[in-house]
Nanobody, 123 residues
Framework: QLQLVESGGGLVQAGGSLRLSCAASGRAFSRFAMGWFRQAPGKERDFVAAISSSGGRTYYADSVKGRFTISRDNAKNTVYLQMNSLKPEDTAVYYC????????????????WGQGTRVTVSS
C-alpha cells in the first residue's frame, strides 16, 4: 500500500517557477515508477512527466519539455516536479501517481494517486 500527498502549488505570474513535491508513506516507494499528471477545468487528466523507480529514465509531455524537470529522492520517499517558465496554459490541478509495474505515460496504468495540488499561472 502506498499513500501520496502533493504540496507546493500556488499562484504565480507567467514566467515564474514552482516546485511541487509528492511525499509517499510506503516503505516500498523505491520500487514504484512515479508520474505527474494535470487536469484543467473541463478537460481530461493529461500526462506531464514520469520517472522510473531508480530515477534513471524520465519522460515528458512535449508541452513541458525543456521547462519542467521530474526527479526523486528515494531516501526521502519523495518525488519532485520543478516547473520553470510557467505559462497560463499550465494552470491545472497537478496529481502525482505511482505504478508498481512499469514506467508509463498512461493514467489508467497507475495504481495510486495523490489528492492533487492546484497551480494557477496568471498572465
Amino acid at each position: 500500500q502506498l499513500q501520496l500527498v502533493e504540496s507546493g502549488g500556488g499562484l504565480v505570474q507567467a514566467g515564474g517557477s514552482l516546485r511541487l513535491s509528492c511525499a509517499a508513506s510506503g516503505r516500498a516507494f523505491s520500487r514504484f515508477a512515479m508520474g505527474w499528471f494535470r487536469q484543467a477545468p473541463g478537460k481530461e487528466r493529461d500526462f506531464v512527466a514520469a520517472i522510473s523507480s531508480s530515477g534513471g529514465r524520465t519522460y515528458y509531455a512535449d508541452s513541458v519539455k525543456g521547462r519542467f524537470t521530474i526527479s526523486r529522492d528515494n531516501a526521502k520517499n519523495t518525488v519532485y516536479l520543478q516547473m520553470n517558465s510557467l505559462k497560463p496554459e499550465d494552470t491545472a490541478v497537478y496529481y502525482c501517481a505511482a505504478n508498481l509495474a512499469i514506467v508509463t505515460t498512461t493514467p489508467i496504468e497507475y495504481d495510486y494517486w495523490g489528492q492533487g495540488t492546484r497551480v494557477t499561472v496568471s498572465s
